[in-house]
């Protein structure tokens, strides 16, 4: 009877983890969704700017960011379990609060609720993922990513194709309805488990300082962050309204494109974390290609409007901008092996912080961008041309160039322990 205690602990803190990935699907789901995947259908339903548009990403963004650096406190002190107990409370209320809102000003505050509760799933889920597999934590944290960016997919193509059935309000409802359930099932399975002890946690500057004059963590945080920004603002914020108003790509269609970066980035971050071990767990050589596939797909790009290239051929190099995007899983082994164990939380708090704050600096400053040079009407739709869309690209591809320097500055780890090396 007692041996049979730890057991089904152990069951139920599986189950646990199950429920917890599903929440992480969600958290995805609202990240994308809005505005990328309906951004005319909310330009045109509240007249709205381009800025007024990008900034309910952005809205998100920044939220997203700055939670962060209190959510890695809470998960020391709390622990992740219950960290996401309470997060799943606050994704619920968002999600639904939004297709229920009716004026920009209630739109963005349900965009910062919903955010401060998915901003507490990522860093959880790491911290579950390391404490169950401490060995194989990269190829399990790469499932993790995979139906995580499942949930990226849902929230382009299969959203525009349920838009020919229903409205985007009556779609955001049923979903919030699908997060509300996974939650009471999280929390039906949490009650059950023996709480952890708290643990004293207060944010230490010196700890925030420690890490940021390491040189070798401003190099990775210098690559994975800026690129990071240029392929979220591409898919969740500009991509979509991009495609259509430039290359002339359907709704439909240019959706599909978006759909297609999460199925890349979730086959690609699984598959780096085993190519790593397979190479003798080498990460440079990963950080490296991530620099040159960016520069050249927005060089590319950039190249497209300023000659007026309109083959939807090159909508390619958005599948490109998401490979390089997507070795979050050598980053964190890279944060792992540069850092001591006492700076890990606030080391991973940090980057996600950082990644989060650039592409809501990057969507804000796209929007502004765009709106330097005036639309044009069509019926109830607002459509950017080309001098819109150089500005934008020509600043992603000054972006890029940075992400190959540091990339090119990065020094090898072969996944070992290198804290205790100068730089």
Same mark, same amino acid.
């Given at each position: 009877?007692?041996?049979?205690?730890?057991?089904?602990? /152990?069951?139920?803190n599986?189950? $646990?983890?199950?429920?917890?990935?599903?929440l992480?699907?969600?958290?995805n789901?609202?990240r994308?969704?809005?505005?990328?995947?309906?951004?005319? /259908?909310l330009q045109? #339903? $509240?007249?709205?700017?381009?800025?007024?548009?990008?900034g309910?990403?952005?809205a998100?963004? !920044?939220t !997203? =960011?700055?939670?962060?650096?209190?959510v890695?406190?809470?998960?020391?002190?709390?622990?992740?379990k219950?960290v996401?107990?309470?997060?799943?409370?606050?994704?619920?209320?968002?999600?639904?609060?939004?297709?229920?809102?009716?004026?920009?000003?209630?739109?963005y505050?349900?965009?910062?609720?919903?955010?401060?509760?998915?901003?507490?799933?990522? @860093?959880?889920?790491?911290? #579950?993922?390391? =404490?169950?597999?401490?060995?194989?934590?990269?190829?399990? $944290?790469?499932?993790? !990513?995979l139906?995580g960016?499942?949930?990226?997919?849902?929230?382009?193509a299969?959203?525009?194709?349920?838009l020919?059935?229903?409205?985007?309000?009556? *779609?955001?409802?049923?979903?919030? @309805?699908?997060?509300?359930?996974?939650?009471?099932?999280?929390?039906?399975?949490?009650i059950?488990?023996?709480k952890?002890?708290?643990?004293k946690?207060?944010f230490?500057?010196?700890?925030?300082?420690?890490?940021?004059k390491?040189?070798?963590?401003r190099?990775?945080?210098?690559?994975?962050? *800026?690129?990071?920004?240029?392929?979220?603002?591409?898919?969740a914020?500009?991509?979509?309204?991009? &495609?259509?108003?430039? !290359?002339?790509?359907?709704?439909?269609?240019?959706s599909?494109?978006?759909?297609?970066?999460?199925?890349?980035?979730a086959?690609?971050?699984?598959?780096?974390a085993?190519?790593?071990r397979?190479?003798?767990?080498?990460r440079?050589?990963?950080?490296v290609? =991530?620099?040159?596939?960016?520069?050249?797909?927005?060089l590319? *790009?950039?190249s497209?409007?300023?000659f007026?290239?309109?083959?939807?051929?090159?909508?390619?190099?958005?599948?490109?901008?998401t490979?390089?995007?997507?070795?979050?899983?050598?980053?964190?082994? $890279?944060?792992? #092996?540069?850092?001591?164990?006492?700076?890990?939380?606030?080391?991973?708090?940090?980057?996600?912080? +950082?990644?989060?704050?650039?592409? =809501?600096? &990057?969507?804000?400053?796209?929007g502004? @961008?765009?709106?330097?040079?005036?639309?044009?009407? /069509?019926?109830? *739709? &607002?459509?950017?041309?080309?001098?819109?869309?150089?500005?934008? &690209?020509?600043?992603?591809?000054?972006?890029?160039?940075?992400?190959?320097v540091?990339?090119l500055?990065l020094? #090898?780890?072969?996944?070992?322990?290198c +804290?205790?090396?100068?730089?």
């Open positions: 009877m007692n041996s049979s205690a730890p057991q089904s602990a /152990e069951i139920r599986k189950l $646990l983890f199950v429920f917890g990935t599903l992480y699907f969600f958290a789901f609202q994308v969704v809005i505005p990328g995947a309906i951004f005319n /259908e045109s #339903e $509240l007249s709205a700017s381009a800025p007024a548009i990008t309910l990403g952005s998100f963004m !920044y !997203y =960011a700055v939670s962060q650096l209190v890695g406190l809470l998960i020391t002190r709390y622990g992740g219950r996401i107990a309470w997060g799943t409370v606050l994704i619920c209320l968002g999600s639904l609060m939004f297709p229920c809102s009716h004026g920009l000003f209630m739109m505050v349900s965009r910062v609720v919903v955010s401060m509760g998915c901003s507490t799933i990522y @860093l959880s889920m790491v911290a #579950e993922t390391v =404490a169950i597999a401490p060995i194989s934590y990269p190829i399990v $944290l790469g499932v993790v !990513y139906v960016y499942l949930g990226s997919c849902m929230a382009n299969p959203v525009t194709a349920c020919n059935y229903t409205d985007w309000r009556t *779609l955001l409802k049923f979903v919030a @309805l699908a997060c509300g359930v996974i939650s009471l099932c999280f929390w039906a399975t949490y059950t488990l023996p952890r002890m708290t643990q946690a207060s230490d500057i010196s700890l925030l300082f420690s890490f940021i390491r040189r070798q963590n190099v990775v945080l210098g690559i994975s962050c *800026l690129v990071f920004s240029i392929y979220y603002v591409m898919q914020i500009l991509g979509k309204k991009f &495609l259509q108003d430039f !290359y002339q790509i359907d709704s439909l269609h240019a599909w494109v978006l759909t297609a970066m999460s199925v890349v980035a086959v690609t971050n699984i598959s780096c085993v190519l790593s397979c190479c003798g767990n080498r440079k050589v990963f950080m290609f =991530a620099g040159t596939c960016v520069v050249v797909s927005t590319l *790009l950039t497209s409007i300023a007026g290239w309109l083959s939807p051929w090159f909508s390619i190099c958005f599948l490109t901008i490979v390089s995007a997507s070795f979050s899983t050598i980053t964190i082994a $890279l944060i792992k #092996e540069f850092n001591p164990p006492e700076l890990l939380s606030i080391a991973t708090s940090f980057n996600n912080f +950082s990644a989060y704050m650039a592409v =809501a600096i &990057l969507g804000n400053l796209s502004h @961008l765009m709106n330097l040079f005036p639309p044009r009407q /069509e019926g109830d *739709l &607002l459509i950017y041309g080309r001098n819109s869309y150089l500005a934008v &690209l020509s600043v992603m591809l000054f972006i890029s160039l940075i992400v190959l540091n990339s500055r020094r #090898e780890t072969y996944g070992k322990d +804290s205790n090396q100068t730089d």
